[in-house]
C-alpha cells in the first residue's frame, strides 16, 4: 500500500523484510510500536550476520587465514558503509562502539577529561537521555567542571535564547540530542554547533534517535562528535558507532587499553594503532559491526527522504487522532518532531495503558525513558510512548486509537 506522502513507497514490501513483524501478540497481529527503544530488524541484517557465523567466523586483523580475511573485509566493508550513511569524510572516523552509549563515555572520558579544568563548563539540555547527562556530571565530578543545563518549553522545544546566553568562552563542550527520545523534538543542531563554536566550544551530538528517521549528514551539521546507536536504526544490540574528525581523535589518547588498539607493546612503552582502531580495544562485537554496516546499506537502499515523508504522514495521523481521545494529554508538541509521541492518559497510570494494550498485541513502551529531567519539566512520573517506524502502517495508528479507547472503557 502507498501512502501519498511518500509516492513510490511500498509499506507492505517493506514490512515483508521483517520476520518478526509477522507474528500474534495475545491472539492479535503484532502492532508494534517501540522502535525509540530498539527497533526491529530486517532479514538484510540477519542474514549478514549468520553469513558470518556460519561462514567467516574468525577473529579480524590478526589471521593470514582466509576466514579471518574474509570476516575483517566484510568488518571494514561494514565501517565503509557506516561512513558513508553519515557523510564521513573517511571511515578511519568510524569508531564501532557498543551504543550510543559508549560513544558519550568515550568523549567524555578521553577527549574531555585530560582537557577539563576547574571553571570549565559543559552545556546539555533539559531534554537529554540519560547516556547524555551522566557520563558529563562523571566528567564534571572528576575534573571540577560545571554543568549547565539549557532550558525547554513547554511544547518540548530547546529555548535556542537560552542555549546561547548560557554558553560562554568557558564552554569548553555543548552535547545535546540530535532528536529527543522522550519527546521527539528534532534540535536545530546546525544554529546549535554555529553557536556553540562561536564560544569555542566543541560539540557532541546525541543521534540516537536521529538515525533511524533522518539521514544525519556531520560534515553539513558541522558537529564534532556524533552518536549512534545501532539497535534502533535496525541494526543489532550491542552495536553502534562514534564518528569524529579524524583531527579530533588522533589527539584523543585510547579509551581502553587491550588488543588491536596498539602498534608495539614493551614493558617501557606502549605505542598505539592507527585510527580507528586505536579505540577498538579487544575483540569487537564482529557480528554485531557487519549487522550494522548491513542495516547501513538497507536504509541508503529505503533512501530517508521516502523513511521521513513516511513516517511524517504517520505522526500527522497519530497527533491528530490522539487529539481526539478523552483525557489524552501529549508530552512534547514541538513544531519540528521525528515520528514519537508521548502522552498521559487522565487517571490512567502509563503502565496500566500499557499492559492494557499489550493485550491487543500493541507494543508501547512506558515509563521515565531513561529521561528523568523531561518528565520532571511536564510534572508527570512517566508517559505512554508510541515510536514509529519505517515500517508502520497508518492501519496500526488506528489500532493504537482503538486500544486506547479500550484503555479507557478498562477505566470508565
Ligand atoms: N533510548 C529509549 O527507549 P544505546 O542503547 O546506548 O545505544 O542508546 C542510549 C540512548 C542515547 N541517547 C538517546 C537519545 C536514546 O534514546 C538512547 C536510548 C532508548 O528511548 C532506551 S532507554
Redesign the pocket.
Known amino acids: 500500500m502507498k501512502t501519498a506522502a511518500a509516492a513510490g513507497y511500498d509499506v507492505q514490501r517493506v514490512r515483508t523484510d521483517f520476520p518478526a513483524l509477522h507474528q500474534q501478540v495475545h491472539g492479535h497481529p503484532l502492532v508494534y510500536l517501540?522502535n525509540?527503544?530498539?527497533a526491529q530488524k530486517p532479514r538484510a541484517v540477519l542474514d549478514a550476520m549468520a553469513r558470518f557465523y556460519e561462514r567467516d567466523c574468525a577473529n579480524i586483523h590478526r589471521g593470514v587465514h582466509a576466514l579471518s580475511q574474509r570476516a575483517t573485509e566484510s568488518y571494514e566493508a561494514a565501517r565503509r558503509a557506516l561512513a558513508a550513511l553519515l557523510h564521513a569524510a573517511d571511515p578511519r572516523e568510524i569508531v564501532f562502539v557498543?551504543?550510543?552509549?559508549?560513544?558519550?563515555n568515550l568523549v567524555a572520558q578521553s577527549y574531555a577529561r585530560p582537557r577539563l579544568r576547574p571553571g570549565d563548563e559543559v552545556l546539555i539540555t533539559w531534554m537529554?537521555?540519560?547516556?547524555?547527562i551522566v557520563p558529563w556530571q562523571m566528567l564534571c565530578e572528576q575534573t571540577g567542571a560545571t554543568l549547565r543545563v539549557a532550558p525547554i518549553d513547554d511544547a518540548g522545544a530547546l529555548i535556542v535564547p537560552e542555549f546561547q546566553r548560557l554558553l560562554s568562552t568557558r564552554t569548553r563542550i555543548a552535547a545535546f540530542?540530535h532528536?529527543?527520545?522522550?519527546l521527539g523534538t528534532i534540535n536545530p543542531v546546525r544554529a546549535l554547533v554555529d553557536q556553540a563554536h562561536a564560544a569555542g566550544a566543541k560539540v557532541l551530538v546525541?543521534g540516537?534517535?536521529a538515525a533511524p528517521h533522518l539521514r544525519p549528514d556531520v560534515a553539513a551539521l558541522g558537529c564534532d562528535f556524533y552518536?549512534v546507536?545501532?539497535?534502533?536504526m535496525y541494526g543489532p544490540?550491542g552495536s553502534?558507532v562514534l564518528w569524529a574528525r579524524a583531527e579530533l581523535l588522533e589527539a584523543m589518547p585510547p579509551y581502553q587499553g587491550g588488543g588491536d588498539m596498539i602498534r608495539s607493546v614493551r614493558f617501557e612503552k606502549t605505542t598505539y594503532n592507527d585510527l580507528p582502531f586505536k579505540f577498538e580495544a579487544g575483540t569487537p562485537n564482529i557480528a554485531g559491526g557487519i549487522g550494522l554496516g548491513a542495516a547501513a546499506e538497507y536504509l541508503l537502499r529505503l533512501g530517508h527522504e521516502a523513511i521521513t515523508a513516511h513516517e511524517q504522514s504517520l505522526l500527522a495521523r497519530a497527533t491528530a487522532a490522539l487529539q481526539q481521545v478523552p483525557g489524552l494529554r501529549l508530552i512534547g508538541t514541538a513544531p519540528h518532531k521525528a515520528a514519537v509521541i508521548s502522552f498521559t492518559l487522565d487517571g490512567v497510570h502509563p503502565h496500566d495503558a500499557g499492559t492494557i494494550l499489550d493485550q491487543e498485541g500493541i507494543a508501547v513502551?512506558t515509563g521515565h525513558?531513561?529521561?528523568q529531567p523531561v518528565m520532571e519539566r511536564f510534572g508527570v512520573p512517566a508517559t505512554v510512548?508510541a515510536?514509529f517506524g519505517l515500517y508502520n502502517t497508518p492501519e496500526e495508528v488506528d489500532a493504537l486509537v482503538a486500544g486506547l479507547h479500550k484503555v479507557l472503557e478498562v477505566f470508565a
Not at 532528536?179 to 522522550?182: D, G, I
Not at 546507536?229 to 534502533?232: E, Q, R
Open positions: 517501540d525509540a527503544a530498539t557498543r551504543g550510543a552509549t559508549e560513544a558519550v537529554e537521555h540519560h547516556s547524555n540530542a532528536v529527543s527520545n522522550a546525541d540516537a534517535q552518536c546507536s545501532g539497535h534502533k544490540t553502534g513502551r525513558h531513561c529521561a510512548r515510536s
